[in-house]
């Protein structure tokens, strides 16, 4: 993905054939003008609706706004940036290979290893230099070693692996309306654990309830919050507990509140 002149740039697969999106605001900021490039009209169509999901354009968050635009802790960030959603991934399977990378490290190195992982098993198109994310059988047939290469950890180079084979094999299917058993399938691998499915859901599959707890900036915010200590760090539970009052919409809470904190540093953010 890239951006350009104010216009993002990203190209997709669909049904294995290559399609670019564009997505760039309109001449009035609320709109977003989208178009498409590929093979026929029914795949560019299904690139954008993909689009349209990572951009969050379709959500409707209207009562999320009506309870919690007076909210002590996120109002003000709620009223200031209406807009504002969590970062989403066009698939699926990109949110999960990408949440394995960025497991306790810092995300600058994980931005590097996923940069490694696309330039030397992605998708490419002639014409443009954009390349999309490595299919799940291509991570499933990559060495360990492979994936080391690029600075993946050994023990989640086997994890990325694994559960590039669950999805590539369709034991695991991200797609599916019971999302809860995909998870189950994907705990049971070494090295996945809570923070990984949730930022799948909430990065990957558009589940707004779902809280990242594991998430630094938030386990750094709620320990402030809770304790009036600066240096305190809550742990994954006490952050669930705390964003469980923003029901069903706890992970675009957090979303807000990680602002919030941006915005105003007295909350105990921290920019990363």
Same mark, same amino acid.
């Given at each position: ?102 497991? $306790?490290?810092?995300?600058? !190195? +994980?931005? *590097?290893? &996923? ?7 992605? #998708?490419?198109? /002639? ?98 919050? $809770?304790?009036?200590?600066? !240096? +305190?760090? *809550?742990? &994954? ?7 469980? #009052?923003?029901? /069903? ?24």
């Amino acid at each position: 993905m890239r951006r350009r002149a104010g216009v993002l740039e990203r190209l997709l697969h669909v049904d294995g054939r290559p399609v670019i999106v564009r997505a760039a605001h309109g001449a009035e900021r609320a709109t977003v003008l989208l178009g498409a490039w590929g093979p026929s009209r029914g795949l560019c169509s299904m690139a954008i609706a993909r689009m349209r999901f990572a951009l969050g354009i379709d959500d409707d968050v209207s009562e999320f706004h009506r309870r919690f635009r007076e909210d002590p802790l996120i109002g003000r960030a709620v009223r200031a940036a209406p807009g504002l959603r969590p970062a989403r991934r066009p698939e699926p399977f990109e949110a999960l290979a990408w949440a394995i990378c960025e497991q $306790l490290i810092e995300f600058t !190195r +994980a931005t *590097a290893i &996923e940069r490694r992982i696309v330039a030397r098993l992605g #998708r490419g198109v /002639p014409g443009t230099p954009l390349r999309d994310l490595p299919t799940a059988a291509t991570l499933a047939g990559a060495a360990p070693a492979l994936l080391e290469s690029f600075d993946l950890a050994g023990r989640r180079a086997i994890a990325l692996r694994r559960a590039a084979r669950e999805v590539a094999c369709g034991r695991v299917n991200l797609g599916s309306a019971d999302q809860e058993r995909g998870w189950q399938r994907l705990r049971a691998i070494p090295e996945i654990g809570s923070w990984t499915i949730e930022s799948l859901a909430l990065h990957g599959q558009g589940r707004l309830d779902q809280v990242p707890a594991g998430d630094l900036n938030l386990r750094k915010l709620v320990g402030r919050l $809770l304790s009036g200590d600066p !240096r +305190a760090r *809550a742990d &994954e539970q006490q952050v669930r507990s705390y964003f469980a #009052r923003y029901s /069903p919409w706890g992970g675009l809470a957090a979303a807000y509140a990680v602002r919030a904190a941006i915005t105003h540093p007295a909350l105990g953010g921290t920019r990363q």
